[in-house]
């Protein structure tokens, strides 16, 4: 495919995300099982298209002076400059023509994109819903503009050492050993973590292969470090997901604690027992009507509660366009009802981790304060937000210690 008819699929995929309430990733997948020419240069290449957009998706339409496909994709090449007429010539499979309204917008702001979104509202330039602003500033403060800049663009690729198979010097020769060219950077806050960049070629790398290493993200692992799991505890990842806390603990306690993962979608958790051989770590896996054996009988408890997932905004655009006031309402007494239905399980001087990858206070520091309200003898050990950049995508965790924790 030429570069021209890539960009003219994503417009396509994009026109058919906006329609309906499908994952841009699914429709992806479907597009390239329907058009098997695509190779798979060209499939990473729309995809790329197509979460640009979707990360920057108020002010290339606002570039653009629309909301489809065909204005996002535009509105991205104003940006990058040059003459968009070259892509949009409407030759071969490329997009049609520029029409004369559009020809003028593009003559009229040439290279000047960055002049014109400087004049912009602040939604549009910083790519954020508008009924999203104020919460926002209230969590970020002085980082505002900073932050939700960096959530507009891509991001890099964080792995985390796993302790229970090599040390950071041993994983960075088998990334070495896969590509010459793989030279992770530390991460401030976050010792176990190694920084590639955006679109570093790695899922067949020995390193991942072997349990080396682990995709997670610096600050989720930093997250993980906050709730200080030990040595010899009972520990439960309560809404697991895809288990990367439990296998963190697992890294962290040097596989001498009982790690129990659960998780209300056992689906999510499919991948797991995988994860864990190659890991070498052992977790088990615990189903509803399981854990009734733990009531009572955990020494840390963490909860990677449901959330807006704003924190993440640049791995998961989409999810910026789609939450709503009700949407937000609706996690928020998810997350509630998570951290209350995880007090059951631990032990009377145990610790609760509260956790999301969420940047608003609502969701976050609220629901802590709500937490040790409700708790008699609860104590505050500490709480962070981290915002994005800083060491990587925006997470909050506060761990509370129950009557008589341990601290």
């Known amino acids: 495919m030429t570069p021209a008819a890539r960009v003219a699929a994503a417009a396509d995929i994009l026109d058919v995300w906006r329609a309906g309430d499908e994952r841009a990733e699914a429709i992806l997948r479907r597009w390239g099982r329907e058009n098997r020419y695509a190779g798979s240069k060209d499939r990473r290449a729309i995809s790329d298209i197509v979460y640009d957009c979707l990360r ?34 409407g030759e071969g499979h490329a997009p049609a023509a520029l029409s004369a309204s559009e020809a003028r917008r593009a ?4 290279d000047g994109a960055a002049r014109a979104l400087a004049e912009a509202p602040v939604g549009v330039k910083l790519d954020v819903p508008d009924w999203l602003l104020a919460p926002l500033r209230t ?48 991460v401030e806050e976050a010792p176990d973590a190694l ?20 995709l997670q993200d610096a600050a989720s692992q930093a997250g993980a470090a906050l709730a200080d799991p030990r040595p010899g505890e009972a520990i439960l990842d309560y809404c ?11 890294s962290l306690t040097g596989g001498e604690a009982r790690i129990v993962a659960h998780d209300v979608a056992p689906e999510r958790m499919r991948d797991l027992p995988t994860r864990a051989g190659r890991a ?17 009988a955990c020494d840390l408890v963490f909860v990677d509660a449901p959330c807006s997932g704003s924190g993440v905004w640049r791995r998961d655009p989409e999810a910026k366009w789609r939450l709503t006031p009700a949407r937000l309402e609706t996690l928020r007494a998810a997350q509630a009802e998570a951290a209350r239905e995880a007090l059951r399980y631990l032990k009377p001087d145990g610790r609760l981790a509260y956790a999301t990858c969420s940047l608003l206070a609502e969701e976050n520091a609220a629901q802590t304060e709500a937490l040790l309200s409700s708790i008699s003898g609860a104590r505050l050990i500490e709480q962070r937000l981290w915002r994005p950049g800083a060491p990587g995508d925006g997470f909050f965790c506060a761990v509370i210690a129950t009557s008589g924790g341990k601290g």
């Open 56 to 89: 920057r998706r108020r002010s290339y339409g606002f570039l653009g002076d629309g909301e489809n496909g065909r204005a996002l994709t535009l509105g991205r090449a104003m940006a990058a400059g040059g003459d968009p007429a070259r892509t949009f010539s």
């Open 107 to 110: 003559a009229t702001i040439g």
């Open 240 to 250: 697991a997901g895809g288990g990367g806390k439990a296998l963190a603990f697992a």
């Open 139 to 186: 969590a970020l403060g002085d980082e505002f503009e900073d932050g939700l800049r960096v959530m507009r663009e891509r991001a890099p690729i964080d792995l985390r050492v796993n302790r229970l198979r090599a040390d950071p010097q041993a994983a960075r020769a088998a990334l070495a050993e896969h590509d010459p060219s793989l030279v992770p950077e530390p």
């Open 195 to 214: 920084r590639l960049p955006p679109g570093a070629r790695i899922a067949d790398a020995r390193a991942l292969e072997e349990g080396l290493v682990e």
């Open 280 to 296: 070498g770590a052992r977790i088990e896996i615990a189903r509803s009507a399981e854990l009734e054996a733990l009531v009572g």
